[in-house]
């Protein structure tokens, strides 16, 4: 057998194994799924009517809010999603598999790409549940065609990939899955500090650039602009190269420390 078949054989294996981890550890993925739909159903229900107001200028439009807080929302969800990763990974680190897995004549890079993939299926997954609440309580995108979509859905899987990596990294330098936990909060707190839910030029004009250069805000810049329209500008350029630097630093971060003799 050669050597690809073997890695892709290996890396299927540990796909499934940590797909059956998921399914006999629901709490933690109900967790992260859950929170993102909660977000959803409180800025709408709850402050949806006064966000609106501030962002048209006086007149509240909850549908008009919807519509905007929508892509943001679905960036979160994937952040949250990748922080499950990061505990998981730190999970296998401290139990003691990943010793015997480096015993056992498996590709070795196998054990990070089962988590990688996994992460993403679970990512998308996540991404269709929060869509399908939003376009339960009125979220629509009538505007985008077939190929605007596709490139939405081709955003979200890399802008995922791009995270799943970076949160790998961070379960393999953390002491324990807390620390993981911990160390993977920015995945989720750096979208509430973008354009998700107020526009960039309403912040502060000292804080605008950190806004509007970070990671988050291109990304869901341009997925508004492919779902409804807007305009896409620079962010498609910003967004293509955050996830593409993100995944190549995430990589070999964690090739490099999943490869660091343990102690």
């Known amino acids: 057998m050669s050597s690809l078949a073997l890695a892709v054989r290996d890396s299927s294996t540990m796909l499934r194994r940590n797909l059956l981890h998921v399914r006999r550890y629901p709490s933690l993925t109900l967790n992260l799924l859950l929170t993102p739909v909660i977000l959803l159903l409180l800025f709408v229900y709850i402050f949806g009517d006064v966000m609106s107001a501030g962002i048209g200028g006086g007149s509240p439009d909850r549908s008009a809010y919807i519509a905007y807080l929508v892509p943001g929302l679905l960036l979160m969800t994937i952040g949250g999603t990748t922080i499950g990763t990061a505990v998981s990974v730190s999970m296998d680190m401290t139990e003691g598999i990943i010793a015997r897995f480096r015993t056992m004549a498996i590709h070795r890079p196998s054990v990070l790409i089962g988590h990688v993939v996994g992460?993403?299926?679970?990512?998308?997954?996540?991404?269709?549940?929060?869509?399908a609440v939003a376009v339960a309580i009125g979220f629509r995108s009538t505007d985008a065609t077939v190929l605007e979509w596709l490139a939405a859905f081709g955003l979200l899987v890399l802008f995922a990939l791009a995270l799943t990596w970076i949160a790998v990294g961070m379960g393999l330098i953390s002491p324990n899955p807390e620390a993981a936990s911990n160390n993977a909060m920015p995945l989720i707190f750096l979208p509430f500090i973008s354009s998700a839910f107020v526009p960039v030029d309403a912040m502060p004009g000292w804080f605008q650039p950190i806004a509007e250069y970070q990671p988050?805000?291109?990304?869901i810049e341009t997925l508004r602009g492919l779902l409804l329209g807007t305009e896409i500008g620079h962010?498609?350029?910003l967004a293509l190269s955050w996830s593409l630097a993100l995944t190549v630093l995430g990589y070999f971060w964690s090739k490099a420390s999943f490869n660091r003799d343990p102690k």
């Open 216 to 219: 988050f805000t291109p990304a």
């Open 235 to 237: 962010n498609g350029w």
């Open 119 to 131: 992460s993403v299926l679970q990512c998308v997954m996540s991404v269709v549940l929060v869509g």
